[in-house]
């Protein structure tokens, strides 16, 4: 039996197939430290999970819920998104969704006519491609000439055209942990109005930001940016929730109402339970989510300097949010004998039993993305090895 052409294009997870690797590798007994993760190491805050118990046992979690999310959730995430963002949205522009990878999706599918195509700044997370792909459309690389991988008015304009439908914003960046500023956000934006391209907002680091750097959402830019955007977010990077899927988007009621019609065909909805979880998150008083925070921040500023000094690897500016190093590490590749990133990321892999991912599948094979989401022991004995291996090679 033949597979349709439009699966034929997509490229399974990268990210998720080295995640796999690795987890095979340990289950067999091997010692592997596993910076390859893009998920949270901490479990989900008591809290919530408490919450998940009294919804099943009340039996409140047994039901269907409407296709887009429970009434009360889109009030949590609308009061959570003026507290943080300060603007107001209403109920008819949010949509509760499983994960914020299936809104992603739903919003190509609504959106994407075939030929038309979406502007995807490098380095960028490896499902925005294959999604849009999945809706027919096609996915345009942008090559980022601004510092710090981040994508200028110019890198846009030079890609756009008459099939342009949208742009992808994803800041703080995975797998870069870089975040743009108010005044960049600002250029982009009116530039998208002006051409009338949607922007996506992938704002699902957002609360993963350190060492004093502010966030901005392009929905506080003002009413034409907010207009011009679907925010996308959810609760799986903030409350250690990745299991649970809960995401959600907020903006054009008439783009909501499309993908609830999709949704409500294709999942029914998101899990009665993990919508009563998500709802003690946004509603609780957010001290779980400001210590896990704080680890992370931790974390980076001390594995940051060690990733530095590591012959061979090279990073312009230190990571700002999320949970991700991505060093350029042509040189230490070369050094090590290596032609590809790949054989050099498979070598550290197999014989120092740390697991990275290539930067290839974000747009950018020179560079690796480095998860620091475990514990610091960990990423004390990864440097080491990575030192030690690099030592032995070159
Ligand atoms: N967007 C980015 C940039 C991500 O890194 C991820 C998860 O890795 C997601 C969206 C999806 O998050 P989830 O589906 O867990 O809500």
């Avoid at 997870?13 to 596993?34: C, F, P, R, Y």
């Avoid at 925010?231 to 250690?240: E, I, N, P, Q």
């Avoid at 594995?303 to 990571?319: A, H, N, R």
Wanted: aromatic share 8%; with cysteine; net charge neutral.
């Amino acid at each position: 039996m033949a597979l349709s052409r439009k699966v034929q294009q997509v490229q399974p997870s990268a990210t998720l197939a080295m995640s796999s690797k690795t987890k095979e590798m340990i289950a067999k007994g091997i010692d592997v430290i596993n910076l390859s993760i893009g998920e949270p190491d901490f479990t989900t805050p008591k809290a919530i999970g408490d919450a998940a118990i009294a919804a099943i046992n009340s039996g409140k979690a047994s039901f269907y819920t409407p296709a887009g999310g429970l009434p009360e959730l889109k009030t949590a995430i609308r009061a959570r998104i003026k507290a943080e963002d300060g603007v107001d949205y209403r109920q008819n522009q949010v949509i509760v969704t499983d994960g914020a990878k299936f809104a992603l999706f739903l919003i190509f599918q609504v959106i994407l006519n075939p030929g038309d195509n979406v502007l995807l700044p490098e380095p960028f997370w490896v499902s925005y491609s294959e999604q849009v792909r999945l809706a027919g459309g096609q996915p345009l690389a942008i090559k980022a000439s601004g510092k710090d991988h981040k994508v200028t008015v110019a890198d846009l304009e030079q890609m756009r055209t008459p099939q342009t439908q949208a742009m992808v914003i994803n800041s703080p960046q995975n797998p870069s942990g870089l975040l743009y500023t108010a005044e960049e956000l600002r250029e982009l934006g009116n530039w998208a109005v002006a051409h009338d391209i949607l922007i996506v907002a992938d704002d699902i680091y957002s609360n993963l930001v350190y060492n004093g750097n502010q966030f901005t959402s392009l929905v506080s830019l003002g009413e034409a940016i907010k207009k011009q955007t679907l925010l996308v977010t959810g609760v799986s990077k903030t409350y250690a929730m990745t299991g649970w899927r809960i995401g959600y988007v907020l903006g054009d009621p008439q783009i909501i109402k499309a993908m609830n019609t999709v949704a409500s065909h294709a999942t029914g909805n998101p899990a009665a339970v993990s919508q009563y979880a998500a709802l003690a998150g946004l509603n609780g008083d957010q001290k779980d989510a400001e210590k896990m925070r704080l680890a992370f921040e931790k974390r980076l500023n001390l594995l940051y300097p060690k990733i530095q000094s590591l012959p061979g690897f090279e990073i312009e500016t230190k990571p700002q949010g999320a949970f991700y190093i991505f060093p350029k590490v042509k040189q230490a590749v070369a050094q090590c004998g290596y032609s590809t990133t790949e054989e050099f990321v498979e070598a550290l892999l197999e014989e120092a039993h740390v697991a990275v991912v290539s930067g290839r599948s974000f747009g950018q094979p020179d560079y690796i993305r480095i998860s620091y989401a475990t514990d610091q022991a960990s990423l004390d004995e990864a440097y080491k090895r990575t030192k030690d291996f690099l030592e032995t090679k070159s």
